[in-house]
């Protein structure tokens, strides 16, 4: 089955910079890659994915990048606000039907 | 349209009882999940159903058994509790059958666990 790795498990940026969180994945099948942000006691909420027929795609401040023959996709948070703290979870399809394998999570922290 | 609702929010069980967490989704979807979300290790997924009559072991089925009851519902019991299931679960459910890993997962509000 697929096998997914996330790092860093915690990234601290300062208010205004950029943040990269970076997942790997096995199966070279794989063609979908969703990011899912989830705050503090709510559920995971889907912020943006990409088919593996792109590169990149790009929705105002967060954008992620694909790399097939590597088989990495990153997430980038440009101008991070406060709102931006958060677990963000990587995901590569795997478990099932249309299920997903996820990462085990980025603990992202904006420092005023 | 309430997209994924999960009955109850939080439980406290003794080990040894018996529960069942209740998920029904009005999206009309045709695959539904049960993942468990621990500190430190994501969402792990338990049980799945890619439609309606049909059900299939996860990454860690053991002590779990799930029902989908129809399209709508899916539930997850748990026969003799134990600490280790401990967690905080999350129903989901997918709306393009048949296309592998193809789709976003719309996640319920999750049902906090702990078992004394």
């Known amino acids: 089955g697929e096998n997914v790795e996330q790092h860093p498990s915690t990234l601290s940026v300062q208010e205004g910079d950029s943040a990269v969180i970076k997942c790997t994945y096995s199966?070279?099948?794989?063609?979908?890659f969703p990011w899912y942000k989830q705050e503090l006691g709510k559920r995971p909420q889907l912020i943006i994915d990409i088919r593996s027929n792109v590169g990149e795609k790009k929705d105002q401040r967060i954008a992620v990048t694909l790399n097939k023959t590597a088989k990495h996709f990153s997430l980038h948070i440009t101008e991070t606000q406060p709102e931006d703290s958060a677990v963000y979870f990587c995901a590569a399809p795997g478990g099932g039907a249309d299920g997903l394998t996820f990462g085990k999570g980025t603990h992202l922290i904006i420092q005023p | 349209n309430a997209g994924v609702t999960q009955t109850p929010k939080f439980q406290v069980l003794k080990t040894g009882q018996s529960m069942t967490l209740q998920c029904a989704q009005d999206m009309n979807h045709n695959s539904m999940y049960w993942y468990r979300q621990d500190p430190g290790m994501g969402l792990r997924l338990i049980y799945y159903s890619a439609s309606e009559g049909t059900t299939d072991k996860g990454e860690v089925p053991n002590g779990y058994n799930v029902s989908r009851l129809n399209k709508r519902e899916f539930s997850l019991r748990l026969e003799s509790a134990a600490p280790s299931q401990t967690s905080v679960y999350f129903c989901?459910?997918?709306?393009?059958?048949?296309?592998?890993?193809?789709?976003?997962?719309?996640f319920g509000n999750g049902t906090r666990l702990t078992v004394t």
């Open positions: 199966d070279s099948a794989s063609n979908y």
């Open positions: 989901a459910s997918s709306p393009r059958p048949g296309i592998v890993g193809n789709s976003p997962l719309h």
